[in-house]
């Protein structure tokens, strides 16, 4: 399959979970991460009328939006991040969806604004990245009171080993006691390419979409 091919597919499959769980898709919105592959995959994908593509490495996301600089492109950065990389990040990333510690967030202060999103850990591993679920309300209330970022909501990845749709549904019940303390922080960024239709049906609001669309990453160099 082509990517043009691949990318309808996912299209009609987004709308056709967002009609069973009786959604709008257009309250849906599809980053395509392209991570690994090159600056021309990015291209192709523009002309056929992606714009928000997700990245998870700093150095390659810093290279390929320099490359692609005259596309309309919002970048949206997806992986873990270390404070001091931040504000170079500011510098090509309209949203951050892997805020996960107090550090990070004061790093990215600044202008213009900048969207983001909380990371929580639904593993044990603090190696996976995401912020324990306890720690979420200071995080997000440090957030809050940060110039320059907009808290959106929560970011999760569903652990290897659990059922996508029950770890998804324990993301809403941590959105739901987020939007005590901000009312505003409302979005869901989950879902990727083996469990989107679960997270659609459990209120996913940003979805990040990579090999489904893309097909196989090329192995890391
Ligand atoms: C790579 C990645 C994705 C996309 O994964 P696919 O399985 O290729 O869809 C989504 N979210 C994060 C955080 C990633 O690192």
């Not at 492109?73 to 990389?85: A, E, M, T, V, Y």
């Amino acid at each position: 399959m082509q990517l043009a091919e691949r990318l309808d597919t996912v299209r009609a499959e987004i709308a056709q979970s967002a009609r069973d769980a009786g959604r709008d898709s257009g309250e849906i919105t599809t980053i395509v991460v392209t991570k690994f592959h090159p600056a021309s995959l990015v291209r192709e994908l523009a002309g056929l009328g992606v714009r928000d593509v997700g990245e998870s490495r700093h150095q390659e996301a810093l290279a390929k939006s320099a490359e692609l600089d005259d596309l309309d492109l919002r970048w949206h950065f997806i992986g873990q991040l270390q404070s001091n990389k931040a504000r170079q990040v500011r510098q090509y990333a309209s949203v951050v969806h892997s805020v996960d510690r107090a550090a990070l967030v004061t790093a990215l202060a600044g202008e213009p604004v900048l969207e983001v999103f909380l990371q929580v850990n639904l593993t044990e591993d603090p190696g996976r990245g995401g912020a324990r679920p306890e720690d979420l309300a200071g995080i997000a209330e440090l957030v809050l009171s940060t110039p320059g970022l907009r808290l959106r909501g929560l970011m999760a990845v569903a652990p290897l080993d659990a059922e996508p749709r029950a770890a998804f549904a324990r993301v809403r019940g941590y959105s739901e006691r987020l939007l005590e303390v901000a009312p505003e922080a409302s979005a869901l960024s989950m879902g990727m390419s083996g469990d989107f239709r679960a997270a659609i049906l459990e209120g996913a609001t940003h979805l990040r979409i990579g090999s489904a669309i893309t097909g196989n990453r090329p192995t890391r160099g």
